[in-house]
């Protein structure tokens, strides 16, 4: 069990890390068939001085590049390195499917969907049973970093239970463009985080296979203003100049294609558009069709399917539908 003691030693997978303590521990978690272990690094910077805990996650689907990337460049710029407190950074935390660049784990299930795990059940359940009983404790307060799905491009935004006012405090202070409203799926990281009572922000930003540098600005410079509120960001870091608010999102839906073939996308992601604005065009490989793709709706592009081809039914626009205006 991880826990912080009464003298300020942090335990975690059977190591005691004190205060200014720089270390890493490596988090074994299975082995492959050639009985090759397979460790995660666990990354952990405490100041001298206590402080909250902070725990930032990234890899929980392998296949999302552009999360791992925004946690190796806080650890690269030294922005886990606290002014107080504790900073645990995991870039990959499923890295069986980062190795393969898949989403899931080698047992063919959703780490995102298993948690809380359990014991004895498959590997990426007992993985999940791991992290939330050997690793959570010691948390404070969570990040966890996300991509979109598939081809799909997702705006920045952060997923926020809409019916916890803290977080979504939280949530503004981070300043990605956009905060959705979401709620907790079950058996997700999120959900038992808030089972548990652990305040979790999630970052969803980008395309699954794909780095965007744009995207990993908006997660490392959000990253800073929540440390900066808590009084953890060192004070030789310039604090990001905060943007316009963020755009809250009640509701939003997604258009589908009303023809199969080649998909050409004319908007920006984060885009407004009115109704009936062009947002793309489907066409035939033989230069005979071509079907203009407009907007359904008025509201902000958070969503963008950027596969060449689609199909009939395939969801190609994600659309704000209601916003909370301030």
């Known amino acids: 069990m991880t826990k912080t003691t009464k003298d300020n030693v942090l335990n975690i997978l059977g190591n005691e890390v004190p205060l200014g303590a720089s270390t890493t521990i490596n988090f074994n978690i299975a082995k492959l068939y050639t009985s090759t272990k397979v460790e995660i690094p666990i990354i952990i910077e405490r100041s001298k001085e206590p402080g909250p805990t902070v725990l930032i996650t990234a890899g929980i689907h392998g296949d999302e590049i552009n999360g791992v990337e925004v946690v190796?460049?806080?650890i690269a710029k030294k922005i886990n390195k606290p002014k107080r407190g504790s900073i645990i950074c995991i870039p990959v935390l499923n890295v069986f499917g980062f190795l393969s660049m898949?989403?899931?784990?080698?047992d063919g299930r959703d780490l995102n969907?298993?948690?809380?795990?359990?014991?004895?059940g498959s590997l990426a359940s007992r993985f999940a049973f791991q992290f939330i009983n050997e690793i959570l404790p010691s948390a404070d307060f969570c990040l966890d970093f996300h991509t979109g799905g598939?081809?799909?491009f997702n705006a920045a935004h952060i997923r926020v239970d809409p019916n916890n006012e803290r977080l979504i405090e939280l949530a503004k202070i981070f300043n990605a463009p956009f905060i959705l409203l979401s709620k907790n799926l079950a058996g997700s990281y999120r959900a038992t985080c808030a089972k548990k009572g652990k305040d979790i922000l999630l970052f969803e930003g980008g395309k699954s296979q794909n780095c965007s540098k744009e995207i990993a600005i908006e997660g490392v410079q959000g990253t800073m203003r929540i440390l900066h509120h808590l009084d953890m960001l060192d004070n030789t870091f310039e604090m990001p100049t905060k943007k316009s608010?963020?755009?809250v999102i009640r509701n939003s839906?997604?258009?589908r294609a009303k023809y199969s073939g080649l998909l050409h996308i004319k908007i920006p992601i984060s885009k407004h558009v009115e109704k009936g604005e062009i947002l793309a065009t489907i066409t035939d490989p033989y230069g005979k069709m071509r079907h203009v793709v407009k907007a359904n709706?008025?509201?902000y592009v958070i969503n963008a399917n950027e596969a060449p081809i689609v199909y009939?039914?395939?969801?190609?626009?994600?659309i704000t539908k209601e916003l909370i205006h301030e």
């Not at 009939?312 to 994600?318: M, S």
């Open 297 to 299: 709706t008025e509201g």
């Open 245 to 247: 608010n963020s755009i």
């Open 253 to 255: 839906s997604w258009l």
């Open 150 to 152: 598939a081809s799909r």
């Open 312 to 318: 009939k039914g395939d969801a190609i626009f994600r």
């Open 72 to 74: 190796r460049q806080i």
């Open 102 to 106: 898949n989403r899931f784990f080698p």
């Open 113 to 120: 969907r298993v948690f809380p795990g359990t014991k004895n």
